[in-house]
């Protein structure tokens, strides 16, 4: 099969249920982790473990996408010809 290089890759990528099945996982599993802490914090505590935790998710997301510089993201192949 040939390689082809699409314009809205990026975008699709985000839409595919395997991309959203994934970061599912990545947050439950993460959660998952903090739940006994989260269990017994009081509301201050909580709000820094939320964000703990949301900077977590972001960390581990990044590692999982694609390369900002991946050519179907990039403006090259966005150009039209």
Known sequence: MKPRIVADGEARLRRSPECHARFRELRESIRARYA???????????????????????????????SPSSLYSSPIAARRV
């Open 36 to 66: 006994t802490e989260l269990a017994e914090a009081g509301l201050f505590r909580r709000l820094i473990l939320h964000c703990r935790i949301a900077a977590e998710f972001r960390r581990e997301r990044l590692k999982i996408e694609p």
